[in-house]
């Protein structure tokens, strides 16, 4: 037997199926287009960010979320969203951007 060889099957996977996994990009699709969102964890946070929905600060340590547009070119428009912020962005009123 292998050192590396950990008893499993070679067709199970070894990741959660579904879901996100924080730090790992995901597209998702929204009225307003599609968009990269990757998911930060409390650890990973070790900035002050402002968040575009509330306009209120996400503190260095909480878990929030980094989404830009899915277009070439749209990396340079990443911005931190709290989490609750970002999924309620579709329903804020005129005069806001979206990004």
């Not at 996994?21 to 946070?45: I, K, S």
């Not at 900035?47 to 209120?56: A, H, L, S």
């Not at 989490?83 to 979206?98: D, I, L, M, Y």
Request: proline share 8%; net charge positive.
């Amino acid at each position: 037997m292998s050192p590396f060889d950990r008893g499993g099957s070679r067709n199970s996977s070894s990741r959660p199926v579904g879901g996100s996994v924080p730090g790992v990009d995901q597209v998702e699709e929204w009225p307003d287009g599609d968009w990269h969102v990757r998911r930060v964890t409390g650890a990973g946070a070790d900035k002050v960010y402002r968040c575009p929905g509330c306009d209120q600060e996400i503190r260095s340590g909480l878990p929030h979320l980094v989404s830009w547009p899915a277009w070439a070119g749209g990396e340079n428009e990443r911005r931190h969203w709290h989490t609750a912020c970002w999924r309620n962005r579709v329903k804020r009123g005129p005069g806001r951007t979206r990004y």
